[in-house]
């Protein structure tokens, strides 16, 4: 299978860069500089056109240079014999702007063309802190899976947020018969959008099981059993309640319903708190997935080395994924800042294990911390400027 590599990599007041040109290619391209320095921006730039976000802030006007009003990343990539050219213009103020081509698309469209996986520091959030780091890793990865279902999570969004909205009002004003009626219209969309994005997260967790486990054996050369398991809410298990008495009614009698029927069930189950609270209690928003090692949970049991290693076989297991089940074969795989943490026999293993990849970017302090396979293609960074590639 023809595979996406990227050959070009430009930028304009991308975070410290007023401008940067980057020449890259495939198997392993390595990005060398000072903390600080900008190595990071080069593969949160990419990282960008793949999930539509940063995994260092939440804002995209913290990735716009200070004092400009826009930002632009454009990549040449090569499919199939074929160049293409992918950008967007991130604005200060006004939508964003994306092009295929110089042909305008929308901005979520943009994973349809370009697949990455980055792993940085940041990931051990993943593992380590609240269900929303691990909700966003699943969806992240749902689209890159399957593009489409970006705009149904758009979709659950907006309808969360306007039945919440109808809670607040019914909270403060008292529950009348028309908004009863509004009510369950909103409850029929929340249950159709919410029930396809339940099921799709639970097959996901089931195709990552087995890639897990292997990639956490190729990482640590150790079989510590490494698990998943969806934290339904409408199945009584709610990741962002601790009333567990309320939650468990939702449960009743649900083993052998559909989704929907379950997730309509713990609706009407939740409904009274919910009007006191003013706020959905129950739906893929409140799940959460249960990360274990030798079926102990890796959250408060597991050391900061195996949580570490939890989180990067985790993404070497996305991107096992995504290379099996993309039209566009491997996703470029990024490591940023991964080898400093790691002793030199895990480095080794490391490096084994994403060198079937087709394009793995790389960046580090040190180029000693890096595996010699890994050095043929070596860009050096300063303050914002490449130095060298």
Do not use: C
């Not at 074929?82 to 943009?110: F, T």
């Not at 919440?164 to 909103?186: D, F, H, I, P």
């Not at 967790?205 to 087995?210: K, N, Y």
């Not at 962002?240 to 009407?268: H, I, K, M, P, R």
């Amino acid at each position: 299978m023809e595979r996406v590599i990227v050959t070009h990599l430009n930028l304009s007041d991308f975070r410290n860069y007023a401008t940067a040109d980057v020449a890259l290619h495939p198997g392993a391209n390595l990005f060398i500089g000072r903390n600080g320095q900008g190595k990071t921006n080069l593969v949160e730039s990419l990282g960008y056109l793949s999930t539509l976000g940063s995994h260092r802030v939440s804002s995209d006007k913290a990735l716009i240079r200070a004092g400009q009003d826009a930002a632009i990343v454009r990549a040449k990539l090569h499919h199939a014999g074929r160049d293409m050219l992918v950008e967007v213009q991130l604005n200060r103020s006004g939508p964003n702007r994306a092009q295929v081509n110089r042909g305008s698309i929308k901005p979520r469209e943009l994973p349809r063309y370009f697949s990455s996986v980055l792993f940085a520091p940041e990931d051990l959030g993943i593992v380590r802190g609240d269900p929303g780091a691990r909700r966003r890793f699943l969806d992240e990865l749902l689209v890159l899976r399957s593009p489409r279902l970006a705009s149904v999570l758009a979709d659950y969004d907006r309808t969360l947020k306007q039945r919440n909205t109808l809670m607040k009002s019914a909270r403060a004003s008292g529950l009348r018969g028309a908004q009863l009626s509004t009510l369950e219209v909103w409850d029929d969309k929340l249950v159709t959008l919410g029930s396809e994005i339940i099921d799709e997260r639970i097959a996901l967790v089931d195709a990552l099981r087995a890639p897990l486990a292997e990639a956490y054996a190729h990482v640590v050369d150790a079989d510590h059993r490494p698990g998943l398991e969806p934290l339904l809410s409408i199945s009584g298990r709610d990741a962002e309640d601790d009333d567990a008495e309320q939650a468990a009614a939702s449960a009743t009698a649900s083993a052998n319903l559909s989704t929907a029927e379950t997730f309509q069930g713990a609706l009407v189950a939740r409904r009274s708190q919910e009007l006191e609270r003013g706020l959905t209690l129950v739906g893929p928003h409140r799940d959460d997935v249960l990360f274990s090692l030798n079926d102990l949970p890796v959250k408060g049991y597991a050391s900061h080395g195996e949580s570490w290693s939890f989180a990067l076989s985790l993404k070497l297991a996305s991107a096992e994924l995504l290379r099996r089940d993309s039209y566009s074969g491997d996703p470029v795989l990024m490591l940023d800042d991964v080898f400093a943490e790691l002793d030199k026999g895990r480095r080794s293993r490391l490096a084994e294990a994403v060198a079937g990849f087709e394009q793995v970017l790389i960046t580090a302090a040190v180029i000693e911390d890096i595996p010699e396979q890994l050095t043929a293609h070596t860009v050096h960074i300063s303050a914002g400027t490449i130095v060298d590639g």
